[in-house]
């Protein structure tokens, strides 16, 4: 079974810093993909980066970028120059290749302050 | 370029009722899973749905049914309301096949209260 662990409940950061987000996963699946996932107040899920298993280079997203660390099993999302927008639940999450079920993680709340 | 679309926004419901709930894919897309998320905690997959058949199924009772119609479309049907039942409800749309997967997108969801 796959698993998603998200340890960092509540991050706060101030705007126009860095702050990175951790997750590690677990999964018995050779091809998989994992991803972050924003979702505001407004609470509309917004995909925030995608990466591929079998690709060694780490996904970029204007000021969104990943650390994917596959033997490790590890996926955290760095949030460059933190912006008042950014502020909501950040979920990560997998995706089992063929089965195409995200299974999430408990969401880290991220505020980002002025 | 519409995206995933859900109706209704906010539903109440009293214990033992039945609810509908519908979702519209994003154009293009041929699969929708549903997702149950309650408060404070991440979503956890319900069923998916392509080619008008649940394709699979998460750790949900058979209180919990749905359909998807030939333009992909889908309704979720949950019988005989819990109070455990009050969650928001996503629908995500993917371009998936038989074979591959894809980037699911996300509706903004249903409110569903239970009293």
């Known amino acids: 079974a796959q698993t998603v662990t998200q340890s960092q409940p509540e991050m706060s950061v101030q705007e126009a810093e860095t702050v990175t987000l951790s997750c590690t996963y677990d999964?018995?699946?050779?091809?998989?993909?994992l991803f972050w996932y924003k979702q505001p107040p407004s609470r509309q899920m917004i995909l925030v980066i995608r990466q591929e298993a079998y690709k060694q280079q780490n996904a970029t997203e204007n000021r969104f970028s990943v650390n994917f660390q596959k033997a490790a099993k590890s996926f955290s999302l760095k949030i460059s120059d933190s912006q008042l927008g950014d502020t909501a639940m950040y979920f990560c999450?997998?995706?089992?290749?063929?089965?195409?079920?995200?299974?999430f993680g408990t969401g880290t709340l991220l505020a980002v302050q002025p | 370029d519409a995206g995933v679309t859900q109706s209704p926004t906010h539903l109440i419901k009293t214990r033992g009722q039945q609810v509908t709930l519908r979702c519209s894919p994003k154009?293009?897309?041929?699969?929708v899973s549903w997702y149950q998320q309650a408060l404070g905690q991440g979503p956890q997959f319900i069923f998916q749905?392509?080619?008008?058949?649940?394709?699979q199924r998460g750790n949900f009772p058979d209180r919990f049914s749905g359909h998807q119609f030939p333009n992909y479309s889908s309704e979720l049907n949950v019988n005989a309301l819990l109070l455990g039942d009050s969650a928001l409800y996503l629908c995500?749309?993917?371009?998936?096949?038989?074979?591959?997967?894809?980037?699911?997108?996300f509706g903004p969801g249903t409110r569903l209260t239970v009293l």
């Open positions: 154009s293009g897309h041929d699969t």
């Open positions: 995500a749309s993917s371009l998936v096949g038989r074979l591959s997967t894809d980037t699911q997108y």
């Open positions: 999450a997998c995706d089992g290749g063929a089965t195409n079920k995200l299974i």
């Open positions: 999964t018995s699946e050779n091809n998989y993909y």
């Open positions: 749905y392509y080619e008008e058949e649940e394709r």
